[in-house]
């Protein structure tokens, strides 16, 4: 609230508020949600390969595991040691709704290592897996 002082000398209250001040903060909120924003990512940081045929994988599957690629495994964003990833399965398919597992595997994970997890994924009984991973451009897009 203001006062303005009139032609005659009498002040008179001048009740527009004023909204600079709002359009200041609300610019300084905007950048700083522009700059943040890209920075966020759910879950572990892997490099997903290319494919042409995907489907959609649903938002927060139950049960993740995410390779990254110089072999670490990440269930559920906790890291778990290759050893231990039979008995870390099957822990998390008692809690899980969906019995299907999803993979986020690094584009540039070594075969064999994928081949040994695998392998400790047949050994907890998980049948249903799915790999995730980025739609593959293709040239008419």
Excluded: H, W
Aim: charged share 25%; net charge negative.
């Amino acid at each position: 609230m203001g006062f303005t002082v009139s032609m005659n000398g009498k002040e008179t209250v001048k009740s527009e508020p004023n909204v600079v001040p709002l359009c200041d903060v609300l610019l300084v909120l905007l950048i700083i949600f522009m700059v943040v924003t890209p920075l966020v990512q759910k879950g572990v940081d892997v490099q997903l390969p290319s494919a042409l045929n995907t489907t959609q994988m649903p938002d927060n599957p139950d049960v993740l595991l995410s390779i990254k690629a110089d072999g670490t495994l990440f269930l559920k964003e906790q890291r778990v040691t290759l050893e231990g990833l039979t008995m870390a399965l099957e822990e998390a398919f008692l809690q899980a709704a969906e019995k299907k597992l999803y993979i986020r595997a690094d584009a540039n994970l070594e075969f064999g290592k994928m081949v040994d997890v695998i392998d400790m994924i047949r050994e907890a009984g998980i049948e249903l897996v799915g790999i995730i991973t980025e739609r593959k451009a293709t040239e008419g897009e």
